[in-house]
């Protein structure tokens, strides 16, 4: 009987360490499925952000950049009408060297914008790109062609968020007060 006893009492620690040890891989195995899971999220997150910024790192030609940076900013209080279009075609137009140039950086800067939720982004990539290549002069006509693009013909001028000119102006070098 005591044989049976020390027995039965060795299978039941036996039984309870198999336990503990299937408790604990069962916990090792959730730590490291959230652990991944995180990871997972972080590089998601990572590739959408480089994903955002990819139709503004391809760009090289102030005309482009400007033509994105108006139609970003215009295109956040919805789509781009015909003639709000027009007024932009007008405005690239007088920077462009050539109609075949402004229709290149209006349809670039269409699918750019649609393609970056996010017009701060927008603001905070090109517009330091804008201001390396503009003299001041050329920055506040920039400034005047997103006002005159945001009047564009429609019925209702557009109106621009204040944060956006503040952050804009910024980026672009103007002292904001």
Request: hydrophobic share 45%.
């Amino acid at each position: 009987m005591p044989f049976l006893l020390a027995i039965l009492g060795v299978l039941g620690a036996a039984a309870i360490w198999w336990y503990r040890m299937k408790a604990m891989n069962e916990a090792a195995r959730e730590v490291a499925d959230v652990v991944g899971r995180v990871q997972g999220n972080i590089r998601r997150k990572k590739l959408r952000k480089q994903a955002a910024l990819s139709p503004l790192t391809a760009i090289d030609d102030p005309v482009v950049a400007a033509a994105t940076l108006i139609t970003a900013i215009v295109s956040e209080q919805g789509p781009i009408l015909p003639r709000r279009e027009a007024a932009l075609r007008e405005v690239v137009s007088e920077i462009a060297e050539n109609q075949k140039k402004t229709d290149e950086a209006v349809v670039y800067a269409k699918w750019a914008a649609a393609q970056i939720d996010d017009t701060t982004i927008v603001i905070d990539k090109l517009a330091p790109f804008l201001r390396e290549r503009l003299d001041p002069h050329e920055r506040d006509d920039l400034l005047r062609m997103l006002s005159r693009v945001a009047q564009g013909g429609e019925q209702q001028r557009l109106r621009i968020a204040d944060q956006r000119m503040v952050r804009l102006r910024q980026k672009l070098g103007f002292e904001v007060n």
